[in-house]
């Protein structure tokens, strides 16, 4: 797991701040990826980036707004959520190898919105 | 509804036996993956399997893959406590020619508890 590292792990926050989570690759990939995961559902794709571009826009409400500066980072931006937005977001990176993303995870951080 | 689907939805076994859970998918694949995760952890990628594969193997873990009925199974033979996580199969829809960047699609997944 130490391979993705996401700050913070645990974040409280009411529905009319803004924070950002913070994911960082330290294996070289040049994908990246943010998940959301709730109780009872399966893991649902938010965003893809490749080599910094977005790729794939999950139909993700635009209070959600990712951020890849670099092929290393990638951040996503919150403001405005709502209770239902709490849930463990996960990020991921992959480097394609012959057609192949096999995805390296980050351990998460469980937002909870009040 | 999902391109996967795992079942049983939870499995609970002794240590020592054999755990296999299956994965349904309706659309054609690129190649198939499993994940695990330990409670409110990352996932961690078990093992991978191609379309144009029948069968692989990773220590105690097996993975077949029947295109055909578009199904897939995990087994992990000589279960242990640590075993004790939710497995996840994920497609990737990539056909041949072009690229998915990754995109995979996640089951709700099986959990399986491996009593000591």
């Known amino acids: 797991e130490t391979g993705v590292t996401q700050t913070p792990r645990h974040l409280v926050m009411g529905m009319t701040n803004k924070k950002s989570l913070k994911c960082e690759q330290h294996?070289?990939?040049?994908?990246m990826y943010w998940y959301k995961q709730s109780a009872k559902k399966p893991l649902e794709l938010m965003f893809v980036?490749?080599?910094?571009?977005?790729?794939e826009n999950n139909s993700v409400p635009s209070r959600f707004s990712p951020e890849c500066p670099n092929s290393s980072h990638l951040f996503l931006h919150l403001h405005t959520l709502q209770p239902e937005d709490s849930a463990l977001y996960l990020c991921?990176?992959?480097?394609?190898?012959?057609?192949?993303?096999?995805?390296?995870f980050g351990p998460g951080t469980r937002l909870t919105v009040t | 509804s999902q391109q996967g689907e795992e079942d049983p939805q939870a499995l609970s076994i002794q240590e020592g036996e054999n755990a296999t859970m299956n994965c349904s998918y309706k659309?054609?694949?690129?190649?198939l993956q499993w994940y695990r995760q330990n409670s409110g952890r990352g996932l961690v990628h078990l093992i991978l399997i191609r379309s144009n594969e029948r069968e692989k193997h990773s220590g105690r873990l097996r993975v077949t893959l029947d295109t055909s009925k578009k199904s897939s199974s995990l087994l992990i033979t000589a279960s242990r406590a640590a075993d004790t996580a939710s497995y996840f199969c994920?497609?990737?829809?990539?056909?041949?020619?072009?690229?998915?960047?990754?995109?995979?699609?996640f089951g709700q997944g099986t959990i399986l508890t491996v009593h000591p």
């Open positions: 980036y490749n080599f910094k571009e977005q790729t």
């Open positions: 991921a990176s992959s480097q394609e190898e012959d057609s192949i993303y096999e995805q390296y």
């Open positions: 294996l070289g990939h040049n994908a």
């Open positions: 994920a497609t990737d829809l990539a056909n041949a020619g072009g690229t998915s960047y990754g995109k995979l699609t």
């Open positions: 659309t054609s694949i690129n190649n």
